[in-house]
C-alpha cells in the first residue's frame, strides 16, 4: 500500500527528528522550571520593586503570541552573541514557559498552609530551610499536574521554532511536505509523533504524581 | 530569674487591638494554664512568645535576656521553645521519624544516627513505638498530636506551649493526648497550656490564667480560681465550661 510505503520513507527521518524536538522541549522545560522559581520568588517576595520585575516578566509571557517572542528573542539575542538556532530556540521558549512556571510555582508555594511554616519556624528553622525543607518539597508535589500540563504544552510550543531554522521535527515535515507533494499524509504522520508523545509524557506525569505522594498512595490502597 | 517574663505587652492587627497589656511571669517548672473565652487573645499570646508575632509594645525576655525581635536571633529564641498546634501541623511529605528528627539534624546539625534514637525514645514515650514508618496520613488525631509534642521535645525545648491542642480532636482521644501532657509537666518541664480542659488545668496547673478582652482577668492557683473567682466574668466563663 502506498500510505506503507510513504510511512516506511519517512519513519526513521523524523524519528530522528524527533530526537532534536524532545531535547529541546527538556531542555527549555529544565530552564523554565528554574527561571520559573525564581520569578516566584521574586512575585513572592515583600520588595515592590522585585515584584514589578516579576508582574513585568510574566505579563510579557503571557500577552504576546508565542511567535513573536521567538522571533523577537531570536534575532535580539543573535544581534549580541552568536547562538546556533538550537540554542536562540531553546531559550526563547524557556523564556516563554518560565513566565507560566512561574505562575505554577507561585500559586503552589503560597497555597501550602502558613501553619507549616509556623510549624517549622517554632522549631528554630531559618525561613530558608523552612522554604527548602517543608514548603517547596510540598509545592512541588501539588505544582506536578499543572507542570506537566505546561510541557505538555512546552512539546506542541516546540514546532514553532521551525521558523527559526531548527531541523526538528515539524520543520522536517515541512520540508516533506514540500518535497512530496503529500502535505495530509506527512502531517498525519508527524502529528502522530507528538500524540504518542504526549500519551507517554502524560503516563509518566502521572507515575511521577503517585512517586512523589507515598504517603497519600498508601493511605488509599 | 524567670524563664519568661513578660511586661505590658500589646499587639494590635491593623485596627484591631488583641492584646492590650498583658504581663505575665513564668518560672522555671511551672505549668501555667491559660484560659477564657474565644477571640480573647489566648493564641496571640502563646504566638507572641515564641515570636511567630511581633508586640507592639511591651518586653518579653527569656532566661532573663531582653528579646528584641528586630536584632535577637529568633531561630536560636525559638529553638529553645516547643510549640503544639491545635491543627498538628505534622510535615505530610515526611514519616513519623523524618518529622521527629527533621530539626534536630537541620538546625542543631546532630548527626542522624543520634536525631534517630532521640526520636525512637521520643516515640516510647509518646507510646507510638509502632508508628515510626507511618505517614502523618494514617494517624488517627490524637497519634498525630502526640507525635507533633514528640516533634517539640527533639529540640529538648526549655518550655512547651500548647495551644488548645485537643481542641480538634474526637473527644475518646483527647485523654491519650492529655496523659502525654501530663508525664510532661510531673517531669518538670515549664509548660504554658492554653486549654478548655478545666481538669486538666484544675490538676496539674501550677497557675490558671483568665484573659478576656486581651487582658489577664485574674490568675492564680487552681484552687483560687475555680473554687473562689473573684470577678465576674471569670465566674461567667466557669459556669459555661464546667
Ligand atoms: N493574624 C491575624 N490577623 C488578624 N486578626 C487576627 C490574627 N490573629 C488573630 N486575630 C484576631 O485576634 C483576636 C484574638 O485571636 P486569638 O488570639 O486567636 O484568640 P483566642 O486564641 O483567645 O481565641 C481575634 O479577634 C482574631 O480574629
Ligand atoms: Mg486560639
Request: charged share 20%.
Amino acid at each position: 500500500m502506498a500510505f506503507i510505503s510513504f510511512v516506511q520513507e519517512y519513519f526513521w527521518g523524523f524519528l530522528l527528528a524527533t530526537r532534536l524536538t524532545l531535547l529541546l522541549t527538556a531542555v527549555s522545560l529544565a530552564l523554565a522550571v528554574v527561571i520559573g522559581l525564581v520569578f516566584a520568588f521574586l512575585k513572592i517576595s515583600k520588595n515592590p520593586i522585585a515584584n514589578l520585575v516579576a508582574a513585568g516578566y510574566i505579563g510579557i509571557t503571557r500577552g504576546m503570541p508565542l511567535i513573536v517572542q521567538l522571533m523577537f528573542l531570536y534575532f535580539g539575542i543573535s544581534k549580541l552573541v552568536v547562538l546556533s538556532s538550537f540554542w536562540a530556540g531553546t531559550l526563547a521558549l524557556a523564556f516563554h514557559a518560565g513566565g507560566y512556571v512561574a505562575e505554577i510555582l507561585r500559586g503552589a508555594i503560597q497555597n501550602i498552609d502558613k501553619g507549616q511554616t509556623e510549624a517549622a519556624r517554632s522549631l528554630g528553622m531559618s525561613r530558608r530551610k523552612t522554604m527548602a525543607l517543608i514548603v517547596l518539597p510540598q509545592a512541588f508535589r501539588r505544582a506536578v499536574p499543572p507542570l506537566g500540563n505546561q510541557f505538555i504544552i512546552g512539546l506542541k510550543d516546540s514546532t514553532l521554532v521551525a521558523f527559526l531554522g531548527v531541523p526538528e521535527l515539524f520543520s522536517k515535515s515541512m520540508t516533506a511536505a514540500a518535497a512530496n507533494y503529500r502535505p495530509f499524509e506527512t502531517y498525519l504522520m508527524s502529528g502522530t509523533y507528538y500524540l504518542v508523545l504526549v500519551i507517554i509524557f502524560t503516563w509518566l506525569v502521572s507515575k511521577l504524581e503517585k512517586r512523589l505522594s507515598p504517603d497519600r498512595q498508601e493511605a488509599t490502597s | 530569674m524567670s524563664m519568661i517574663e513578660i511586661k505590658g505587652l500589646q499587639k494590635s492587627f491593623g485596627d484591631l487591638h488583641v492584646l492590650k497589656g498583658i504581663d505575665l511571669t513564668i518560672e522555671l517548672g511551672q505549668v501555667v494554664v491559660i484560659i477564657g473565652p474565644s477571640g480573647s487573645g489566648k493564641s496571640t499570646l502563646l504566638r507572641c512568645i515564641n515570636f511567630l508575632e511581633f508586640p507592639n509594645e511591651g518586653e518579653i525576655r527569656v532566661n532573663g535576656e531582653l528579646i528584641d525581635p528586630k536584632t535577637s536571633n529568633l531561630d536560636k529564641v525559638r529553638q529553645h521553645m516547643g510549640m503544639v498546634f491545635q491543627q498538628f501541623q505534622l510535615f505530610p511529605h515526611k514519616n513519623v521519624l523524618h518529622n521527629i528528627t527533621i530539626a534536630p539534624v537541620n538546625v542543631k546539625g546532630m548527626p542522624n544516627k543520634k536525631a534517630v534514637a532521640i526520636a525512637r525514645d521520643l516515640l516510647q514515650k509518646v507510646g507510638l513505638p509502632e508508628k515510626e514508618k507511618a505517614w502523618p496520613s494514617q494517624l488517627s488525631g490524637g497519634q498525630k498530636q502526640r507525635v507533633a509534642i514528640a516533634r517539640a521535645l527533639a529540640m529538648d525545648p526549655d518550655i512547651m506551649l500548647f495551644d488548645e491542642v485537643t481542641s480538634a480532636l474526637d473527644p475518646e482521644l483527647v485523654n491519650e493526648v492529655l496523659q502525654v501532657m501530663q508525664d510532661l509537666a510531673a517531669g518538670g518541664m515549664t509548660m504554658v497550656v492554653v486549654t478548655h480542659e478545666m481538669g486538666f488545668a484544675k490538676e496539674m496547673a501550677d497557675q490558671v490564667v483568665m484573659m478576656d478582652d486581651g487582658l489577664i482577668v485574674e490568675q492564680g492557683t487552681p484552687e483560687q480560681l475555680f473554687e473562689n473567682p473573684q470577678e465576674e466574668r471569670t465566674q461567667a466563663f466557669l459556669s459555661q465550661v464546667l
